[in-house]
T-cell receptor, first 114, second 111 residues
Framework: DAGVTQSPTHLIKTRGQQVTLRCSPKSGHDTVSWYQQALGQGPQFIFQYYEEEERQRGNFPDRFSGHQFPNYSSELNVNALLLGDSALYLC?????????????FGSGTRLTVV | EDQVTQSPEALRLQEGESSSLNCSYTVSGLRGLFWYRQDPGKGPEFLFTLYSAGEEKEKERLKATLTKKESFLHITAPKPEDSATYLCAVQYGGATNKLIFGTGTLLAVQP
């Protein structure tokens, strides 16, 4: 049973560029959340998608946007990249809206902004 | 302010030397407390979910407990392969299903 799949695994971008990260949730899961983890820190919640809509959002600027497709996969888009956006971006999935359930995380995408 | 605090930040143990990691939280309406293990460069791996004070869960050398204000992750007779960062997270509130994470405890077990 495949878990959460993220692509790409590593990415190097230049300041001001745009980036798209992709996530396929675990089989049977329909809710996808995105987290940003800076070095030495715990993951920070970016937003969550359920039924193709953004349901909750953390304290991240509008430069961060997302999408969920009918097959439950998701994309995270970041515009106008800043050096401070360098981090491990984690996708997590859970069943039925996520409330009260543990999350299954992918291995992440390591984004480096230079 | 709602927050999750883990201690210690780092812990070095000898193989077989048991110890505990702490996770304290200040949130209202706890719905669940989660423990994850994270290896370098990897995503967090789910260990336990605790829902109410007094609850305990065990898995191999790990045992998690929960009170109204904190959780402990007890590691009994650890082995070098237990070395990792252990993350605690909470889910709380009526309509909030995001996880709030602590900064983790980096555990190193030496042979």
């Amino acid at each position: 049973d495949a878990g959460v799949t993220q692509s790409p695994t590593h990415l190097i971008k230049t300041r001001g560029q745009q980036v798209t990260l992709r996530c396929s949730p675990k089989s049977g899961h329909d809710t996808v959340s995105w987290y940003q983890q800076a070095l030495g820190q715990g993951p920070q919640f970016i937003f969550q998608y359920y039924e193709e809509e953004e349901r909750q959002r953390g304290n991240f600027p509008d430069r961060f946007s997302g999408h969920q497709f009918p097959n439950y996969s998701s994309e995270l888009n970041v515009n106008a990249l800043l050096l401070g956006d360098s981090a491990l971006y984690l996708c997590a999935s859970t069943p039925r809206g996520g409330l009260g359930y543990g999350y299954t995380f992918g291995s992440g995408t390591r984004l480096t902004v230079v | 302010e709602d927050q999750v605090t883990q201690s210690p930040e780092a812990l070095r143990l000898q193989e077989g030397e048991s110890s505990s990691l702490n996770c304290s939280y200040t949130v209202s309406g706890l719905r669940g407390l989660f423990w994850y293990r994270q290896d370098p460069g990897k995503g967090p791996e789910f260990l336990f979910t605790l829902y109410s004070a007094g609850e305990e869960k065990e898995k191999e050398r790990l045992k998690a407990t929960l009170t109204k204000k904190e959780s402990f992750l007890h590691i009994t007779a650890p082995k070098p392969e237990d070395s990792a960062t252990y993350l605690c997270a909470v889910q709380y509130g009526g309509a909030t299903n995001k996880l709030i994470f602590g900064t983790g405890t980096l555990l190193a077990v030496q042979p």
